[in-house]
């Protein structure tokens, strides 16, 4: 109820300034953003602007498992290109960013990787939160 008065607020044209560690209200609510981290902003500007700086188009989200040296082997692979070509290994899933998700995902049961679970999805402000503070939102 409160996140849906603040969105009629800002329809209205009331200048809003809110503070949230839910990106993906974040990303809905605001017009502008910064990212901080340890009490410094790393990064401001619209929330499409962000992702577009930070994050490639897609990636592919990959339950694992378990956190073994065998999806280590993804951060020295080529497969995320065109894009950053990052893989992030959180505690519960493995994260590919690349322009083509699919095709990433692909790369991934190429090399003999087996997640539980996968999903290609568009880049959010939670993977620029990643991307430009090395910290999961969890952290």
Partial sequence: MLWDRLFRLK???????????????????CDRLVVMDGGRIVAHGTPRDLIAAHATGRCSSCASPTRTRTWRKLRGSALAAPGD????????????????????????????????????????????????????LVD
């Fill in 11 to 29: 329809q209205q044209g009331v200048t809003l300034i809110l503070t949230t560690h839910y990106m993906d209200e974040a990303e809905q609510l």
């Fill in 85 to 136: 070509g990052r893989v992030e290994i959180l505690r519960d899933r493995v994260v590919v960013y690349a322009e083509d998700g699919e095709a990433a995902l692909a790369a991934v049961h190429a090399l003999g990787l087996t997640p539980l679970t996968a999903l290609v999805r568009r880049s959010t402000l939670e993977d620029v939160f990643l991307k430009l503070t090395g910290r999961s």
